[in-house]
């Protein structure tokens, strides 16, 4: 089945909408967050946990994959997916976000980005060709053109100078995907950039538009700007994006976050924080974050949420919990990120029902006074 | 359902022996062998991949809970299996084993051993008595009292010091016990010491005897001995114990292990080897092990075992796993500790079966052969 996207419902007090996602590999609702994969594995747990919890697609990463464990075994294996033993989505990031934070590691110019492993330190050449085709011997089911990613702050001429040239390696990217055969098979999107610079964005959102890509994803931002430059670049960016086509903004997933951006018109979502933080052994709740760590949860015998309903909250306290992480055992790490992930799972399930219901200001007001009452 | 013991069938050729031990938590059928739990956690696997792989008993560790998370934390989660959500049987070790490795920190008396926490170095005074008293808390189904546990090579004389202490230990835990009125709850087995020495042996098993424990522990081997000695520590000491009683050797664990000690007329079994080994890597199979890491497994698209009806088995290569391994990826640990364990469960399967079937030897045989092959 060729990708597709329709969109059901329209927020009447913002931009918030509800939509799905057609791939082969499935159906997926909007908006969606997708739990981040990078090295072919959600980090602490197995795929069959993911599928239990409601996870429908997931992230990984071009450049992690094609340094380790190499293309010849993800060919040989039949693609990422089987490789991997996962049979719902995947989306995957071109690298380029990876590549442009190797600080005196990369040397970039018109044709490509050289760069040096940070396994290994040895050189390899990405260009934009070469980054779609390794997303075909992925077989991933969304793929990203290779982009340059800007820090924030950036100087305003060069973020133009940059943007000039992602335009065009997103033109390449196109062209050789479609050449390829590949263009129904797996899903190109267009990355928006253009640094916290609102007429940029607007350029790169023109320009990506002309190329009609099936999707769009923004990018460039949660780099370290204020939120409220983000949700500013949002406010200019999501409104000129073609309304029939998702919108995906990279690398966002606080539970607050989704909040906001969906109200800007944001339809998905990857982070790496909800696993991260949980493999730390900070967990989500509907009131906010809890650090299990801390002395207070020492005899505490509640589950992390009492409204949760997930493996973990039915059968461990935070007690046995703050246990495992004091005496460092992984067991934790699988527990925490198996609640974190059905957490958020939950929470895009509640957001998406209140703007089938209309209440999606209401329910967005109600969250963040829960959380920030903590 | 108190504690009991019931044997079905004894092995014409050798020692080996079919039985069953009933638990209120529970029937394990032996010869059984026992993950290794020490901190309330199998390490990088939940609960119920241990009830799924079909594991019936767990060990743990009283010194280990003593110091962490403490009993409050214990006493008032109620009990250990509620703690840790196990509701399958647990075995708790007296923490005899991890005390006396604790060399320079413990000063041992007839009353009892005055010791320092690895944790903390904070200081501690374990009595038999107390010994007990902390596994009543923890409520472990089978419970150990507390032993000096001899280091590899000992001196005779005081390896015969030392054993006469151990027994008045093990009278004065019988006593305490029974007078608890936990008896019928809690199962306490007598622990065999006396070194290498075969006379020492010998004595303590009669005196274990005469104070009639419900089953028998081995302890004091598998500490650096070669196995010849440990077989010929066996050969003399099974026989002696009563037939009606389970046996349990304590600390041994690996596939080739299991046949030589069954044949001569051991029940039970713990170790931690295949946990830890798994964590690095390396996984059991019908062949021998194998260490997933090396270059050689870098395309090979089978399963660990290609007879192996695990979750692992069933979906993920020895590439990925490798991979996994090499990326240093939790899933790695948890994926290959759930193979092992239940390699293990199907291997005690399997000699439970060759028993049954009067054909024990022939399996041994004929596994010890295939797996010296690779």
Chains 1, 2 share one sequence.
Not at 83 to 94: E, V
Not at 214 to 230: A, D, H, N, Q, T
Request: proline content about 5%; some cysteine; overall charge neutral.
């Amino acid at each position: 089945m060729p990708f597709g996207f329709e969109l059901s419902k329209k927020c009447k007090e913002s931009q918030a909408r509800r939509g799905r996602i057609t791939t082969s590999r499935g159906v997926i609702e909007t908006p969606a967050f997708m739990p981040v994969g990078t090295q072919a594995t959600v980090k602490a747990i197995a795929p069959r946990d993911l599928k239990e919890l409601g996870s429908r697609i997931i992230l990984a990463n071009t450049y992690h994959l094609y340094l380790r464990p190499g293309m010849g075994v993800i060919s040989e294996a039949g693609g990422l997916h089987k490789f991997m033993s996962w049979d719902g989505a995947i989306l995957t990031d071109s690298g380029g976000f990876q590549i442009f934070s190797l600080q005196g590691l990369r040397d970039i110019s018109e044709e490509g980005v050289k760069f040096k492993s940070h396994i290994d330190g040895s050189s390899h050449f990405f260009t934009p060709e070469k980054v779609v085709e390794i997303q075909h011997i992925l077989g991933s089911d969304i793929i990203m053109p290779l982009d340059e990613c800007l820090p924030y702050p950036s100087d305003y001429e060069y973020a133009k100078y940059s943007l000039a040239r992602t335009n065009r390696w997103a033109m390449r990217s196109i062209e050789f995907h479609k050449n390829s055969g590949k263009w129904h098979e797996q899903a190109l999107f267009g990355i928006v950039q253009g640094g916290m610079f609102n007429d940029l964005r607007v350029e790169s959102v023109k320009a990506l538009i002309e190329m009609d890509f099936p999707g769009y994803s923004i990018g460039g931002l949660s780099v370290g700007e204020p939120k409220e430059i983000m949700h500013q670049v949002l406010d200019y960016t999501t409104p000129l994006l073609p309304a029939d086509k998702p919108r995906y903004l990279m690398g966002v997933g606080k539970p607050e976050d989704f909040f906001e951006c969906i109200q800007r018109g944001i339809d998905m979502f990857d982070c790496v924080l909800p696993t991260r933080i949980a493999r730390n052994g900070t967990v989500l709740t509907w009131k906010g974050k809890i650090v299990l760590k801390n002395s207070q949860y020492k005899n505490d015998f509640k589950p992390i949420d009492e409204n949760c309903q997930c493996y973990t909250c039915r059968n461990f306290t935070r007690a046995y919990l703050r246990h495992l992480f004091i005496a460092d055992e992984i067991l934790g790490a699988y527990l925490a990120t198996y609640h974190n992930l059905f957490f958020l799972e939950r929470l895009l399930e509640r957001i998406r029902a209140s703007i089938d219901d209309d209440r999606f200001i209401n329910f967005k007001e109600d969250f963040l006074n829960r959380i920030s009452l903590r």
